[in-house]
């Protein structure tokens, strides 16, 4: 690795912060290194060419989405025993964070638009 390192920043709730950092705690990471650690684990789930294939990432058989689901349920569990509901609970709470932020993103973008009179959100015409 390079010593020429550069900043990113992103922006998240403050309670997704607050379990990233009781995380990268109880690993005894900062939490940048923590959060440096889960994209490059997190992008081993993305489809690569067959071409570029390495040993670390996931077979032919692997989904993307089920290695990502997989990994949260694995985060999730990592704090701890959960019942079924309080798993589902978790990860749908992750998935409305997420759904939030890119409808937030496109409507930023002029992408997508709340229509009141529709009752939803809507595409906005090119």
């Given at each position: 690795?390079?010593?020429d390192r550069r900043s990113v920043k992103t922006y998240v709730p403050a309670e997704q912060k607050d379990r990233w950092q009781a995380h990268a705690d109880e690993l005894d990471m900062s939490q940048s290194e923590f959060v440096r650690t889960m994209v490059q684990a997190g992008r081993r789930g993305f489809s690569l060419p067959e071409?570029?294939?390495t040993a670390e990432t996931p077979s032919a058989d692997?989904?993307?989405r089920s290695h990502d689901l997989e990994?949260?349920?694995e985060r999730v569990l990592a704090?701890?025993?959960h019942s079924w509901e309080e798993l589902v609970d978790a990860l749908l709470g992750d998935f409305e964070d997420q759904l939030e932020d890119t409808l937030d993103a496109l409507q930023d973008r002029?992408?997508?638009r709340y229509n009141g009179r529709?009752?939803?959100y809507a595409l906005v015409d090119e």
């Open positions: 690795m390079s010593d071409s570029s294939r692997e989904t993307p990994a949260q349920v704090e701890g025993v002029n992408r997508v529709r009752g939803g």
